[in-house]
């Protein structure tokens, strides 16, 4: 079997069981049994529970990213195109429940170098949905809002995107579609964009 078979195999099984067990609890011979190879065999491929810990957050990382930049269709309009970038993050998280709890919840949780690896990704799609409000607002806004306030509301958009994630991935057989959550976070966030960028903006009441 080509070794790149072979690792991706070993791959799959990793994310499997460190979602369902957590990191610590993750047992090689475990993984090697459901990859079908033998536990020396895990480690002359990958070297070290932390290094296909990390090989797994790499790879679902990157999928991730190329899931959601291949989703935005740059043809269609400014709601249109963050519709369907966020419809591309729910399909696949939705798609991918293990891998998604090993970045959401797994990798967060047991430090460097972990964390820094989930944060590149994060920081990734982050960049994604700053080019999409920000072309958004060129398109929409007499006055382009200010870089910071883009830079906000990117962030607030995918932290509430990555915990809705994981509320729909803990459904169960009650889960809703990729459909329905994305439509769920677009009915919030377009409402006060839309707002925004036709210069609608709230602004607090003082006594």
């Known amino acids: 079997m080509p ?61 991730l990213v190329t899931a959601v930049r291949s989703a935005v269709d740059p043809e269609a309009s400014p709601d249109g195109r963050l519709w369907s970038g966020l419809l591309g993050f729910f399909a696949h998280t939705a798609a991918h429940p293990d891998a998604w709890a090993v970045l959401h919840c ?24 700053t080019q999409l409000i ?37 459904r169960g057989d009650a889960a809703p579609s990729e459909k329905e959550t994305a439509a769920t976070l677009m009915n919030l966030v377009w409402a006060g964009l839309g707002n925004l960028m036709n210069g609608r903006c709230w602004s607090a009441t003082r006594p």
């Open 3 to 63: 070794r790149e078979v072979r690792e991706r195999q070993m791959l799959d099984a990793a994310v499997e069981i460190f979602a369902r067990r957590g990191y610590a609890a993750a047992s090689m011979d475990e993984i090697a049994e459901l990859a079908g190879a033998s536990k020396p065999l895990v480690y002359l491929y990958l070297n070290s529970k932390e290094d296909l810990f990390s090989a797994c957050i790499r790879r679902e990382s990157e999928a």
């Open 106 to 129: 797994q990798a967060r949780t047991h430090g460097e170098p972990f964390t820094s690896a989930v944060c590149a990704m994060r920081q990734e799609i982050i960049d994604v949905v």
């Open 134 to 170: 920000t072309a958004t607002a060129r398109e929409a806004c007499a006055a382009e809002p200010a870089e910071r306030e883009i830079s906000g509301l990117a962030h607030a958009l995918v932290g509430a995107a990555e915990s809705l994630a994981a509320w729909a991935n803990t």
